[in-house]
């Protein structure tokens, strides 16, 4: 089943501005991490925060985690339309690391 | 730099029919899996093996057969293809699980009329 969950669906921002994406998971944790998926294509992997981590940099991408709510998010600043795209979360199911599930995705639109 | 290849692209099939999608990585990873996706259900992961003659199964396995003889390749069988199954199909691989980066494929876009 899937275990964690995005928030919001979908999300429509104009060039420069700052993308703000949530996910929830269920169950504890070793890692999450965030993909991108453009349309048509396979997902690629962004980053990976590890439980023991609060905060992750890279470019223009910022992630956090609060394993005590059990939610992270996914912050692009200053926006591209280049950065249209499906982004999920996705988190080891519990007991099984060898199985990494996904959440349904959040389809982010960059206006131009 | 090939990652993970996926073939075909494209496929239509009777229903009933049977056919292999095929998947290869030339990254040296142990863990393989393939998953599903659907419009409003994101990706379910279907199999997954964890090495070379180890398979088991995901969220949604009925449909579908799996091996893994060799470390590069791991198939996916639709034994008697159903409209439900119509779907994207990615395959992806790992160097250590859920633990660290997955590597996708470009997916095969499935039809079954």
């Known amino acids: 089943s899937q275990q964690g969950e995005e928030d919001p669906q979908a999300l429509s921002i104009q060039e420069g501005e700052n993308a703000t994406m949530n996910c929830s998971y269920k169950?504890?944790?070793?890692?999450l991490q965030w993909y991108r998926q453009n349309s048509g294509r396979g997902l690629v992997h962004l980053i990976l925060i590890r439980s023991n981590e609060r905060e992750k940099h890279s470019g223009r991408l910022r992630v956090t985690l609060d394993t005590s709510k059990k939610s992270s998010s996914l912050l692009i600043t200053a926006s591209r339309a280049a950065d249209t795209a499906s982004y999920f979360c996705a988190t080891p199911l519990t007991g099984a690391n060898s199985k990494l599930t996904f959440g349904k995705g959040i389809t982010l639109s960059v206006r131009p | 730099n090939a990652g993970v290849t996926q073939t075909p692209k494209f496929q239509v099939l009777k229903t009933g029919q049977s056919m292999t999608l095929q998947c290869a990585q030339d990254m040296n990873h142990e863990y393989m899996s393939w998953y599903r996706q659907d419009p409003g259900m994101g990706l379910r992961l279907i199999h997954y093996s964890v090495g070379a003659g180890i398979t088991d199964q995901g969220e949604v396995p009925n449909g579908y057969n799996v091996s893994r003889s060799t470390t590069e390749d791991f198939p996916l069988r639709l034994l008697s293809a159903a409209p439900s199954q119509t779907s994207v199909y990615f395959c992806?691989?790992?160097?250590?699980?859920?633990?660290?980066?997955?590597?996708f494929g470009q997916g095969t876009r499935l039809t079954v009329v």
């Open positions: 992806a691989s790992t160097s250590q699980g859920a633990g660290t980066e997955a590597f």
């Open positions: 169950t504890s944790i070793n890692n």
